[in-house]
């Protein structure tokens, strides 16, 4: 996900200049949006209380996927990712300066993120763990830019952070326990690296977060 981050958010300073395009100055109350974010695509529904202050309710998903090998974390024999989603929050966009554009998005989700790591087999065994987030609600805090108060279709990037209570660890592959002693114990550490290294640098309390949507005020 770090990788994924970084991709994204140099995407975002190539393409954030296009944001900044006059819509006109007739208020929405309302808006309807699509975005795409790590977590799956999600439909938006905002209703604008006045010109400084949203409020918006998000529903997302991502069926299973697998992710690509160049975003795969640093991990000892990990060979794919597999992971889906689904979730639902609600969020306040404060906009605190006079440039519209810019905002601040507090919110609080629930939902829950399963993950399958899939590792080299030992001694032919297939080597799995599930990292699982299922601890609700999360909270959420975002810096975002576009997506005006205004009629139209206008363009929109946050870039922010879930905080969680952390992921559930699992091994899920194959017993290894039929080895003798002392392969079993080998083995084990072997497991427990794994676990180590899955805890450092994949699941993580705070998760990244950026999120790019389009939406048309009315």
Not at 91 to 100: A, C, K, Y
Request: one cysteine or more; hydrophobic letters at 40%; glycine letters at 12%.
């Amino acid at each position: 996900m770090k990788q994924f981050f970084v991709l994204i958010a140099a995407c975002m300073l190539a393409i954030t200049p296009s944001f900044a395009q006059d819509a006109g100055d007739d208020f929405a109350d309302y808006g309807v949006g699509l975005a795409i974010s790590p977590f799956g695509p999600s439909l938006n529904l905002t209703y604008n209380v006045d010109a400084k202050n949203s409020i918006s309710a998000g529903f997302g998903f991502s069926p299973e996927v697998d992710a690509p090998s160049a975003l795969l974390p640093e991990i000892t024999d990990l060979t794919s990712v597999t992971g889906s989603s689904s979730w639902m929050g609600i969020f306040w966009r404060h906009r605190p300066l006079e440039n519209p554009n810019f905002g601040i998005n507090l919110g609080m989700a629930a939902g829950q993120i399963d993950q399958n790591l899939f590792f080299l087999p030992i001694e032919g065994e297939p080597v799995t763990f599930d990292v699982n987030y299922t601890e609700n609600p999360v909270m959420y805090l975002g810096l975002s830019y576009g997506l005006k108060p205004v009629k139209g279709l206008q363009f929109g990037v946050d870039l922010g952070v879930l905080s969680t209570g952390g992921a559930e660890i699992t091994y899920t592959g194959h017993d290894h326990g039929d080895e003798d002693e002392e392969h079993a114990e080998e083995i084990e550490d072997r497991l427990d690296g794994y676990a180590d290294e899955i805890k450092d640098k994949f699941a993580w309390t705070m998760l990244p977060n950026i999120q790019i949507g389009v939406s048309y005020g009315f």
